[in-house]
């Protein structure tokens, strides 16, 4: 089981910045794959970035130049940090997680942060 916590939603404007955290409730360190997801109103959840073994990260080209995607094992935590945010970016983003063992695999999600950015 793993429970995932996220925090640092908010509003800003169009080309500002926010950094999103999600807190695992136990190490991540054989968590097999992290990311976020987004889903904005009327639109399906589509994938932000996700960081798989070997620390290989997978941006949606959306995103790609703007945010960054980091885990801090020792803190149990993995953050997202968007740079010059723009209005199509409001959704609310979720952190992920997926464990895999042996041949059973399973999803974990957060509950979601808000984020929403002015034009």
């Known amino acids: 089981q793993v429970q995932l916590v996220e925090s640092g939603g908010g509003l800003v404007q169009a080309g500002g910045s926010l950094r999103l955290s999600c807190t695992a409730s136990?190490?991540?360190?054989?968590?097999?794959?992290m990311g976020w997801y987004r889903q904005a109103p009327g639109k399906q959840r589509e994938l932000v970035v996700v960081m798989t073994s070997g620390d290989r990260t997978d941006y949606a080209d959306s995103v790609k130049g703007r945010f960054t995607f980091s885990r801090d094992n020792a803190k149990k935590a993995v953050h997202l940090q968007m740079n010059s945010l723009k209005p199509e970016d409001t959704a609310v983003y979720y952190c992920?997680?997926?464990?895999?063992?042996?041949?059973?695999?399973?999803?974990?999600w957060g509950q979601g942060t808000q984020v929403t950015v002015s034009s």
């Open positions: 136990r190490s991540i360190f054989s968590i097999n794959a």
């Open positions: 992920a997680a997926r464990v895999v063992r042996g041949p059973n695999e399973r999803d974990y």
